[in-house]
């Protein structure tokens, strides 16, 4: 969230994509997510609000989609996921490929 203009915001400068635990490719699910988050933010995240977000990423990659961002595809023209730094299975047992993309212009393409 922000209170700059969309354009002025990091949003833009999202390159590797948009994390969401939709197990396209690999298991993963939104408690995983929500450790890795809490965990990325050293522990200082708002851990109600981490739940959240990991909750509602699945439905707003899904709402992306329907307004026609050009996900990467696996070959069953699923959304494709991609590893990225700090995605983890099974509370940070291993890497998961969570990261949901555009090429490396995620970021440029939501705000298109």
């Not at 730094?85 to 949901?100: D, F, K, L, M, N």
Request: hydrophobic share 35%; proline share 4%; with cysteine.
């Amino acid at each position: 969230l922000t209170k700059l203009y969309p354009t002025r915001s990091h949003t833009g400068a999202a390159q590797g994509g948009m994390a969401a635990a939709l197990a396209n490719v690999e298991e993963d699910n939104w408690e995983w997510h929500t450790f890795d988050t809490i965990k990325g933010g050293d522990y200082l995240v708002d851990q109600d609000a981490a739940e959240i977000l990991a909750k509602e990423a699945i439905d707003a990659v899904l709402d992306l989609e329907k307004m026609g961002l050009p996900f990467g595809r696996t070959p069953e023209g699923r959304i494709d996921q991609r590893r990225f730094g700090g995605h983890t299975r099974s509370h940070g047992e291993a890497p998961v490929r969570r990261a949901c993309y555009s090429g490396d212009r995620t970021g440029h393409m939501i705000l298109q």
